[in-house]
Each structure stands twice: as C-alpha cells, then as structure tokens.
C-alpha cells in the first residue's frame, strides 16, 4: 500500500475536476492505496487557503513540503495545467523536485484565448502526464511533454432520479424541459440554449450557476428571452433527479475539455442535442449518436417517438468504454510505470 497525495485548486465541490478526482481517490483506495487530499477551498484532508484560485499570498515551501514529503506519488489535478495561480503553482513546482508527481491535465492554457502565451507544463524525468483527450495529448507533445489519454470515467448504473416529484416541485406539468447540466459561464454558449429553448418551445433549466461574472450577462439573457427559465437545484434533489425530469438535455459549449454532461445523458437515457466542440469528435468516435443542436426537427420528431435502440446503444458505448468500474484497471499500468505498488 502506498501513501498517494491528490492536490488541486479545490476539492469535493461540483466542478468538473473535483468530480473527477473524486472518481481517480476511489479507484486509488480499491487499488489499496492510501491518499491524503490537498486544496485551496472545498473538502479535503488538508485545506491551504492559499493554493485556492483567488488566494491573494502564495503558500509557504515549508507548508506545501510538509504535507507531502512521506508521499510516494504526489497527484496533480489541473494546478499547473491553467495560471489560475501562478504563485502556488511555482511553490508546487518546488515541492515536487525530488518526488515522483502524476500531472493530470482537464484544460491547458494556450486552449483559452487569456493565456494562449503561457508556458506549458515542466516536466521531469520523475514526472509521468495524463490528459482526458486525445487534443491535448497531441498539443503537448507538441511542446516536448510526454502525456497519455485516460478519459473521463462514469457511472454507467446511476440512480434512478424522481421525475415525477422533481417536475412537480418545478412547476412543471406537460411542458417539454431542456436541461443544461453545466455553470453559465461565456465558453458555455449559453445564448445557444436560450435559442435551442425557444425554438423547441421548452423551459430551460440551467443547473448550474453563474461565474467568471457572467451573472449580469444571464440576467440579461432571462430577461429578453421569450423562454421559462429555471435555475439551480431545489433544496432535497439531485442531479439524477434533474435528468429523470429533463426531457432532452442541451450541451451547447463551444468549448469543453471533456464535456461530462454528454456521458452522463447516456448513462441517465436522455437524448442529447450539442455544439460540436472540438473534443466531441473524439467521444463521438466511439460510436455514439447524438442530435446536432440546430436540427431542431430531428430532436422534435425523437421526443415524440422516442427510441430506445438509441439509448441502448449509446450506454453499451459508455459501458464498454467508460465505465468507472474498470477505472483502477486503467490507471494501473500508470501506476507501475511510476513504481507505485
């Protein structure tokens, strides 16, 4: 059993990093491992305020070195993969030089517009790169960093959600509801929602909140729109709960390092109507079928007649080559390379 040390920005939050370093502690725990969590905000093993994105003072060597000197491999998740903090970033970097570290990278910077200028991430030879596309994988590479792809991992059994008693405590009766599972922020499109919305004449509910100060921007969006808006959670309910209620689910980013709600509408069954953001290639390649977001008709014509030879086929898909089941079988070798056993 080795000690394994995850650190990130933030931790046990609803983000898609921290959902994804939560799947990567578990699979480390049923590999055997012990793992003590690190963040900036959020719930881990040990908070550092300082190592959050807006923190204003940088960590302390001394600090950051303490809660990581008896590891046997230090996990870091997306911390030097964006300049979210530079300062923590580099004291990282420093507390690292003499151990093994595995680089988990969900966004890299010359992938936003901002930091197309900035560095990429060091590498040394005690270091081994991971990142959740096949695109940043090569880009990397590009740059001299040896990485490999271990794409995102879900649940291909999730809860059944209460779709009856959730619509009903959203005021919904017949009306068709198109969920957006993600944070309304600009790369999110979420003006391509609002349209999607009013062209399929269905509520839109907007799980997530507004950041990056986008809340005006939404506001205004709500405002002028001629479409029901719903926002966030009730209190008692969860995200399975929102997809049982959801009718067809609207991913219009234009930008997604990932893009875990297109997985998740196939493990919950729900169709999918979404942008073509450059990774989606990638997952669609797989072999799955989803509804391109301005054909309107074809997503009209499937919530009249749905099909389930689509949804069966579309989870066999995940089952087959996403499942979180088969997540420690995956991140083994890795582990091995790096002499942790």
């Given at each position: 059993?080795?000690?394994?040390?995850?650190?990130?920005?933030?931790?046990g939050?609803?983000?898609?990093?921290?959902?994804?370093?939560?799947?990567?502690?578990?699979?480390?725990?049923?590999?055997?491992?012990?793992?003590?969590?690190?963040?900036?905000?959020?719930?881990?093993?040990?908070?550092?305020?300082?190592?959050?994105?807006?923190?204003?003072?940088?960590?302390?060597?001394?600090?950051v070195?303490r809660?990581?000197?008896?590891?046997?491999?230090?996990?870091?998740?997306?911390?030097?993969s964006?300049?979210?903090?530079?300062?923590?970033?580099?004291?990282?970097?420093?507390?690292?030089?003499?151990?093994?570290a595995?680089?988990r990278?969900?966004?890299?910077?010359?992938?936003?517009?901002?930091w197309?200028?900035?560095?990429?991430?060091?590498?040394?030879?005690?270091?081994?790169?991971?990142?959740?596309?096949?695109?940043?994988?090569?880009?990397?590479?590009?740059?001299?960093v040896?990485?490999?792809?271990?794409?995102?991992?879900?649940?291909?059994?999730?809860?059944?959600?209460?779709?009856?008693?959730?619509?009903h405590?959203?005021?919904?009766?017949?009306?068709?509801l198109?969920?957006?599972?993600?944070?309304?922020?600009?790369?999110?499109?979420?003006?391509?929602?609002?349209?999607f919305?009013?062209?399929?004449?269905?509520?839109?509910?907007?799980?997530?909140?507004?950041?990056?100060?986008?809340?005006?921007?939404?506001e205004?969006?709500?405002?002028?729109?001629?479409?029901?808006?719903?926002?966030?959670?009730?209190?008692?309910?969860?995200?399975?709960?929102?997809?049982?209620?959801?009718?067809?689910?609207?991913?219009?980013?234009?930008?997604?390092?990932?893009?875990?709600?297109?997985?998740?509408?196939?493990?919950?069954?729900?169709p999918?109507?979404?942008?073509?953001?450059?990774?989606?290639?990638?997952i669609?390649?797989?072999?799955?079928h989803?509804f391109?977001l301005?054909?309107?008709?074809?997503i009209?014509?499937?919530l009249?007649?749905?099909?389930?030879?689509?949804?069966?086929?579309?989870?066999?898909?995940?089952?087959?080559?996403?499942?979180?089941?088969?997540?420690?079988?995956?991140?083994?070798?890795?582990?091995?390379?790096?002499?942790?056993?």
């Amino acid at each position: 059993m080795a000690h394994l040390v995850v650190v990130s920005f933030r931790l046990g939050g609803t983000d898609g990093v921290s959902i994804e370093a939560a799947k990567w502690i578990e699979a480390f725990h049923q590999l055997g491992h012990h793992v003590t969590t690190l963040a900036g905000e959020g719930k881990a093993d040990v908070v550092m305020p300082e190592l959050a994105i807006r923190a204003t003072t940088a960590p302390s060597l001394e600090g950051v070195s303490r809660i990581i000197n008896d590891a046997e491999l230090v996990v870091v998740e997306n911390f030097v993969s964006l300049p979210l903090n530079v300062a923590a970033r580099d004291v990282l970097y420093q507390a690292l030089d003499e151990h093994r570290a595995l680089f988990r990278h969900h966004d890299l910077p010359w992938q936003r517009e901002r930091w197309r200028s900035e560095e990429a991430p060091r590498d040394e030879a005690r270091w081994r790169h991971v990142t959740i596309n096949d695109l940043s994988r090569r880009e990397l590479e590009e740059r001299g960093v040896r990485a490999v792809t271990i794409r995102n991992s879900f649940d291909c059994d999730p809860p059944v959600g209460r779709r009856d008693t959730t619509r009903h405590v959203l005021g919904l009766n017949s009306e068709r509801l198109a969920l957006m599972p993600t944070r309304a922020i600009p790369r999110k499109n979420v003006e391509g929602a609002f349209a999607f919305a009013e062209a399929l004449d269905a509520v839109l509910w907007l799980l997530g909140p507004a950041e990056d100060g986008y809340g005006p921007t939404l506001e205004a969006l709500a405002t002028k729109a001629n479409v029901r808006v719903l926002e966030s959670l009730p209190v008692g309910f969860d995200v399975h709960d929102a997809y049982a209620a959801s009718d067809v689910v609207v991913m219009p980013s234009t930008w997604e390092g990932f893009g875990n709600p297109v997985l998740e509408s196939v493990t919950h069954r729900r169709p999918l109507a979404v942008y073509p953001y450059p990774v989606l290639r990638e997952i669609e390649s797989f072999g799955f079928h989803f509804f391109d977001l301005m054909d309107i008709d074809a997503i009209k014509t499937f919530l009249k007649n749905p099909d389930d030879e689509l949804f069966e086929h579309n989870a066999a898909i995940a089952r087959a080559h996403f499942n979180v089941a088969g997540l420690p079988g995956r991140l083994t070798p890795l582990l091995e390379a790096l002499s942790v056993n």
